[in-house]
């Protein structure tokens, strides 16, 4: 009604100033606001300002930790909620169809996509670092790494310039341990190859006449012995001979072992796979054999994964500036390493075969083993776990790039083991674990956890042995040992920053043990061989009793 007033006495042209209203508003107003207005008096109180603005960047940091918790609270629920109604209407997929479709096409439907229960179920998703790395923060820390190299670069040059009077630019190290790649590349053509017929092709002279063979279990156990044997002594021994003949350097047999145990995985994944599909279309009465185009099978042997599906995620574009940034990273890892090599590890241990193993010795080398291992750990997860893997999802348009996730926050063992490789965590999990536990039953989870340790524990060392040349079980051991036991001890329950703490001081000193002990016994047998070298002196660490004379 006052601002009624107020128009009306403004129409007929009053000059009466309307105060009731004026004060009205006033009173409303906050106190703050009313005294910085008298207190100003058309001038700015600056200082007031300030406080003022103090206070409200005080509050919103005493109401941020809140705030992102509730909303990771609430997006973590919405995202269970969004799994949960998706394997819902996967595993409810068939109830969809109408009454008046036919049987085939009901089968057909179920056979496009697996329920999630017995499976890995693939989405288009990002590299949990090139989400990370486009805030400012987590990129300074990679430009820190950067620096640390070129570091590494300058300190090399100058002491090679200080004892040589000229500069070095030899990299003699890496043309040693990439050495005799012809062989290399012929041996992984052939591996390659051989995966590509031999596996498929047996798979589909399986299928074909298992429908109609009055035999089936006769001509199940035949294939499968053929495909078993092929695993063993074709892609088993085969390469391991060659790489051992050869007398191929430590990064080659890398190479060729490495890729041996990839396409043992993967053959096994796309007959596991596979065959259930075959034994349950002959158990519908289905007219179709569901047998995989040998395109589809060529996809998933170069896809960044080791679970076989039909189809996978596909982005609908190549980046390839992305695919050279990956490639340029893992060249710039190379070379990384090699200056550790050079600057951190080849001086100590080069030196340290001058003396007799003794505790002490030990126990220094571990700890200035720490920040080499570290360093190499890091350059592992990056070059080949991030760039690598991005690289070649990128050029296959591979949509699904969660090869990894943040293992750094891992508060227990348990949950470092899922997350350092999410690649090979899947297998072992969906190949060794699960097909155990079907296998023996569900009451044995602690002994197929134990079996699927053993397998991987067993795996590593077998590679790092053909690879360096001679047997020293440390990282079994530590799988085996430490692991296990760790792995119980911090296990899921244990929550907290300090949990994280013990967990990276025990994977310090980790990398410290392997780093120390790998290399000692590298020099102890470059320096002090055998002339007539027994099998057990095979076995027996050598730098234990190796003492050099210079």
């Known amino acids: 009604m006052a601002g009624e007033d107020c128009v009306r006495k403004r129409q007929s042209g009053s000059t009466t100033t309307c105060k009731k209203p004026e004060n009205e508003e006033t009173q409303r107003r906050p106190e703050s606001e009313r005294s910085f207005q008298n207190s100003s008096n058309g001038r700015v109180d600056v200082d007031h300002v300030i406080t003022r603005k103090m206070q409200l960047i005080a509050e919103a940091e005493q109401l941020k930790p809140a705030f992102m918790k509730e909303v990771d609270s609430h997006f973590t629920e919405f995202v269970n909620s969004l799994v949960a109604k998706s394997a819902l209407l996967d595993s409810s997929s068939a109830s969809l169809f109408p009454a008046s479709c036919s049987e085939k096409e009901q089968h057909k439907a179920r056979t496009m996509r697996a329920p999630p229960e017995h499976g890995k179920i693939f989405t288009a998703r990002r590299s949990l670092l090139d989400e990370l790395f486009e805030v400012s923060h987590i990129r300074t820390i990679y430009h820190m790494f950067i620096a640390l190299l070129i570091v590494f670069i300058l300190s090399t040059l100058l002491v090679d310039f200080i004892d040589e009077g000229r500069l070095v630019l030899g990299f003699d190290l890496l043309v040693f341990v990439f050495g005799k790649f012809p062989v290399v590349f012929c041996t992984w053509l052939c591996m390659f190859c051989a995966t590509v017929i031999v596996p498929y092709n047996l798979y589909v002279w399986w299928a074909q006449g298992y429908c109609s063979s009055s035999h089936r279990v006769i001509r199940s156990l035949f294939y499968g012995t053929l495909f ?144 080499p291992g570290v360093l190499i750990l890091f350059l592992v997860f990056f070059a080949f776990l991030h760039c690598w893997l991005n690289a070649f999802a990128e050029m296959l348009r591979f949509a699904d790039r969660m090869f990894y996730k943040d293992w750094w926050n891992s508060t227990s063992y348990a949950n470092y083991y899922r997350t350092w490789n999410v690649v090979v965590h899947d297998w072992l999990y969906y190949y060794a674990y699960r097909d155990f536990l079907w296998f023996f039953g569900k009451k044995f989870k602690a002994a197929a956890m134990l079996s699927v340790f053993a397998v991987s524990a067993a795996v590593h060392e077998y590679v790092l042995s053909i690879c360096f040349g001679y047997f020293y079980p440390v990282l079994f051991c530590l799988f085996m040992c430490f692991g296990m036991v760790f792995n119980f001890i911090l296990n899921d329950r244990r929550k907290g920053p300090i949990w994280n703490v013990i967990m990276w001081t025990s994977l310090f000193l980790g990398q410290g043990v392997i780093i120390c002990l790998y290399s000692q016994e590298w020099y102890a047998r470059q320096y002090c061989p055998m002339e007539n070298p027994t099998f057990l002196d095979y076995l027996k660490p050598r730098s234990w009793s190796c003492h050099m004379k210079m």
Not at 249 to 273: C, D, G, N, T, W
Not at 290 to 314: E, G, H, K, V
Not at 316 to 331: D, E, H, S
Request: with cysteine; glycine share 4%.
């Open 228 to 371: 078993m044997l092929f695993q063993i002594a074709g892609l088993g021994f085969g390469p391991t001979y060659i790489a051992l003949s050869y007398a191929l350097p430590p990064a080659s047999r890398f190479i060729v072992i490495l890729e041996q145990v990839r396409l043992v995985m993967k053959a096994h994944s796309f007959i596991r796979e596979n065959v259930p599909r075959v034994l349950s279309s002959v158990k519908d009465k289905s007219g179709t054999v569901p047998i995989p185009r040998i395109s589809q099978y060529l996809y998933f042997l170069f896809a960044p994964t080791l679970i076989y599906r039909d189809n996978y995620p596909r982005n609908p574009m190549i980046r390839w500036g992305y695919v050279a940034t990956k490639f340029a990273q893992v060249l710039g890892s190379l070379f990384y390493a090699y200056y550790i090599f050079v600057r951190l590890c080849i001086p100590q241990f080069h030196n340290s075969s001058q003396e007799t193993f003794n505790l002490r010795g030990l126990v220094l080398c571990i700890f200035n083993s720490i920040l």
